[in-house]
């Protein structure tokens, strides 16, 4: 079967920097993709590792493991802004799977 | 450039009576999806569609739900008889080919079957 496994809760301080990992089990895997879902709001793309390593987009960085089944999304400088559920999402046989979220939350 | 579009973007019915959600995705996107999420749980697939082809709608429940994409641009997702269970968020996304682990949503259509 398929599956991907985050953690449900993370908690940090304003301006740390805090990493969300995600592991998967799937077969066809071509992909790995975070999004950002504020309450009530779209989730959003945030980033897209198909390789293994490091993409960094600004704060926002992303990285792969293939050999290994796993990922992280790292935050830094962390905003109050950035409080938020945080998806990872697996392409797999020509379909995108979604993890259950990671909900951030953030301390003045 | 605009965004996915969908409406309504709150529907609340009784249960059995039947509801329609239609989505407009970014101009030139020719795969849509439709997923489901509930509170606090990630997205999950209900159908996806290629140009006007439904490629894979392994998860609709196709007792009660049924899509359709018409001339490979909006879509619109349909349930009937609406059950209690089916109170949930519905999101529209679409993606380019080249892009995908790239997919645009819209803003849901938040269902509530009383």
């Known amino acids: 079967g398929q599956s991907l496994e985050q953690p449900s809760e993370v908690t940090a301080v304003e301006g740390a920097i805090v990493q969300i990992n995600c592991t998967y089990q799937?077969?066809?895997?071509?992909?790995l993709s975070w999004y950002q879902q504020h309450d009530g709001g779209a989730p959003t793309f945030l980033s897209y590792?198909?390789?293994?390593g490091l993409e960094e987009t600004g704060r926002f960085s992303s990285f792969l493991s293939r050999s290994d089944s796993y990922g992280y999304l790292l935050l830094q400088e962390l905003q109050m802004k950035d409080s938020a559920s945080y998806f990872c999402?697996?392409?797999?046989?020509?379909?995108?799977?979604f993890g259950k979220g990671t909900r951030l939350h953030i301390l003045p | 450039e605009a965004g996915v579009v969908q409406s309504p973007r709150y529907k609340i019915i009784e249960k059995k009576q039947p509801v329609a959600f239609w989505c407009n995705p970014i101009?030139?996107?020719?795969?849509l999806y439709w997923y489901l999420q509930n509170l606090g749980q990630g997205p999950e697939l209900l159908i996806r569609?290629?140009?006007?082809?439904?490629?894979?709608d392994s998860q609709l429940p196709k007792d009660r739900f049924s899509a359709e994409r018409l001339k490979g641009v909006d879509s619109t997702l349909k349930i009937q008889p609406a059950e209690l269970g089916d109170s949930a968020v519905y999101l529209c996304?679409?993606?380019?080919?080249?892009?995908?682990?790239?997919?645009?949503f819209g803003e849901g259509s938040r269902l509530t079957v009383l």
């Open positions: 590792n198909a390789l293994d």
């Open positions: 569609y290629e140009n006007e082809e439904a490629v894979d």
């Open positions: 799937t077969s066809g895997f071509y992909g």
């Open positions: 996304a679409s993606s380019l080919d080249n892009r995908p682990g790239e997919l645009f």
């Open positions: 999402a697996v392409g797999s046989d020509d379909k995108i799977i």
């Open positions: 101009s030139g996107h020719n795969t």
